[in-house]
Nanobody
Framework: QVQLVESGGGLVQAGGSLRLSCRASGTFYVINSMGWYRQAPGKQRELVATITRDDITDYADSVKDRFTITRDNAKDKIYLQMSSLKPEDTAVYYC???????????????WGQGTQDTVSS
């Protein structure tokens, strides 16, 4: 059973910072890309940032220069450092990973349970 376990986040004032962590647990062959998505009330889930196994990153325009995604392959973890937070960053943040459970299998998509981040004005 593969699971993504998120931690961090919470309540912060505008202009503040938060750090999210996500760790993949269970038995698997390799983790390909990992990333963070978010969903605000009444809106669709949207990409925040992704990172490949080779540390190639991609960011949504709305978070560029404010958020930084990093990865620790040895620990099967990713992090999202969020700075200069705005009220519009308020959302449930979900960890995402493309994981191959076995060498002979294609990658499957996994999601964390989500963590609520609230930015007050």
């Amino acid at each position: 059973q593969v699971q993504l376990v998120e931690s961090g986040g919470g309540l912060v004032q505008a202009g503040g910072s938060l750090r999210l962590s996500c760790r993949a647990s269970g038995t698997f062959y390799v983790i390909n890309s990992m990333g963070w998505y978010r969903q605000a009330p009444g809106k669709q889930r949207e990409l925040v940032a992704t990172i490949t196994r080779d540390d190639i990153t991609d960011y949504a325009d709305s978070v560029k220069d404010r958020f930084t995604i990093t990865r620790d392959n040895a620990k099967d973890k990713i992090y999202l450092q969020m700075s200069s937070l705005k009220p519009e960053d308020t959302a449930v943040y979900y960890c995402n990973a493309e994981i191959r459970r076995r060498m002979t299998l294609a990658a499957s998509t996994y999601w964390g349970q989500g963590t609520q981040d609230t930015v007050s004005s």
